[in-house]
């Protein structure tokens, strides 16, 4: 008896692990709207009954799509920020991984769950705390990043979110911009200039000015 419930509990994780997938490949192939419970449950070789048993609501099968898509793309973060900490990759390795990852399937299936989130209160609440897990994450190991002598963590936090937010936006542009020459140039560009911020002077000049800027933003002195 112990074994049988050992045996069905196994079967419903992997159920329930299929289902997620098949919503992952659904959203990704044809799009959030048109990416129907019924189709999803086709896809993962299951019924709508045992769809239903997992997940009663489809906010509720979007949302665990969004933890697993996250939780994936931490792993992978770190696992290659990894390397480049035990010099087996380099910095310009880095950012071309980043780029690799926010201009493909991982980028446009989040981009598809956040442009609905807008819209969509209930599920914007819900999703809010698991993309707040996903920074956080991303934040822990950005602080691990540099060497904290050079830069501490909050400086690290700051150049790997810049990175960051510039292979998000570029990621957005090449759903209408799909010309590779000229996202090669940006990355290039930023794979020659990110050396200067993490150590060295351009850096240093930069966090001189954070630092003056957010002390008058707070009503005290330049320093």
């Excluded at 150049?159 to 209408?176: F, Y």
Aim: charged share 25%; proline share 4%; glycine share 6%.
């Amino acid at each position: 008896m112990r074994q049988a419930k050992r045996r069905q509990q196994i079967r419903s994780v992997e159920t329930r692990e299929r289902l997620i997938q098949a919503a992952l490949d659904e959203i990704f192939e044809v799009g959030y709207h048109a990416a129907t419970t019924q189709d999803i449950a086709t896809r993962a070789n299951v019924s709508r009954g045992a769809l239903l048993h997992h997940f009663p609501m489809r906010a509720d099968l979007i949302l665990a799509a969004m933890e697993e898509l996250l939780e994936d793309g931490t792993r992978q973060i770190r696992a290659v920020a990894d390397e480049v900490q035990a010099g087996q990759g380099s910095l310009r390795g880095f950012v071309e991984f980043l780029w690799q990852l926010f201009s493909g399937r991982f980028f446009y299936l989040s981009l598809e769950m956040i442009t609905e989130a807008r819209n969509d209160p209930g599920l914007r609440e819900r999703m809010i705390p698991v993309v707040k897990r996903f920074h956080q994450a991303l934040d822990g190991i950005w602080s691990a990043f540099c060497d904290p002598a050079r830069r501490p963590p909050q400086q690290a936090q700051v150049i790997l979110n810049l990175t960051l937010c510039l292979v998000r936006g570029m990621g957005v542009q090449t759903v209408l911009r799909p010309e590779p020459s000229y996202y090669r140039e940006l990355i290039a560009a930023w794979t020659a200039l990110l050396p200067q911020i993490v150590d060295g002077a351009a850096g240093d000049a930069m966090f001189r000015q954070t630092i003056s800027q957010v002390a008058e933003d707070a009503g005290g002195k330049p320093l």
